[in-house]
Antibody
Framework: VQLVESGGGVVQPGRSLRLSCAAS????????IHWVRQAPGKGLEWVAL????????YYADSVKGRFTISRDNSKNTLFLHMNSLRPDDTAVYYC?????????WGQGTMVTVSS | SYELTQPSSVSVSPGQTARITCSGD??????ARWFQQKPGQAPLLIIY???ERPSGIPERFSGSSSGTTVTLTISGAQVEDEADYYC?????????FGGGTKLTVL
């Protein structure tokens, strides 16, 4: 039972990047999934949430209009499409399932926005 | 704007009781969760629905709620409890974390 993020790296300001989160060991299509990020030495910041079927999506004000969360339940995969990246988007990005008395997080993928 | 406010740091000696507060208007009508994060690790859920403890979480961790404030209490804090603690809640279409509290047990 795990979530595994990928797709991070170094990108120039203004460019785009797509993160993926591969799920295994549970019924992925039954659960909403979050993206949460953590800038170096800083606290946790909630980024986005997508409902189990992808019909509802919610975003933090800091990324609204620039980031898009999506999912492919046939491939048990969650995505975060990040456009117009800024230096303050630099962070470790986690996908996380947080449901009632249970949580599961990936190991995180680092995104660095720098020229 | 919605926000959750936590003290930046709390310090206790081993065996003492540590209390970490989280305040915000949204807490009057929605539940809070608490996460523990140790260096280099992903967060871990330790309290949900203000006061409930997931299985496997030691009984020394407890939560309470009053008005616009929720409190995480660690009774008899241990050295291994030294970590960052975050409250987490939701309102309307937004989820949010508190700014985090660094607990030092020394």
């Amino acid at each position: 039972v795990q979530l595994v993020e990928s797709g991070g790296g170094v990108v120039q300001p203004g460019r785009s990047l797509r993160l993926s989160c591969a799920a295994s060991g549970f019924s992925f299509s039954d659960y909403g999934i979050h993206w949460v990020r953590q800038a170096p030495g800083k606290g946790l910041e909630w980024v986005a949430l997508i409902s189990y079927d992808g019909s509802n999506k919610y975003y933090a004000d800091s990324v609204k209009g620039r980031f898009t969360i999506s999912r492919d339940n046939s491939k048990n995969t969650l995505f975060l499409h990040m456009n117009s990246l800024r230096p303050d988007d630099t962070a470790v990005y986690y996908c996380a399932m947080i449901v009632d008395d249970f949580d599961m997080w990936g190991q995180g993928t680092m995104v660095t926005v720098s020229s | 704007s919605y926000e959750l406010t936590q003290p930046s740091s709390v310090s206790v000696s081993p065996g003492q009781t540590a209390r970490i507060t989280c305040s915000g208007d949204v807490l009057t009508n929605t539940y809070a969760r608490w996460f523990q994060q140790k260096p280099g690790q992903a967060p871990l859920l330790i309290i949900y629905k203000d006061t409930e403890r997931p299985s496997g979480i030691p009984e020394r961790f407890s939560g309470s709620s009053s008005g616009t404030t929720v409190t995480l209490t660690i009774s008899g804090a241990q050295v291994e409890d030294e970590a960052d603690y975050y409250c987490f809640s939701a309102t309307d279409n937004i989820r949010m974390f508190g700014g985090g509290t660094k607990l030092t047990v020394l």
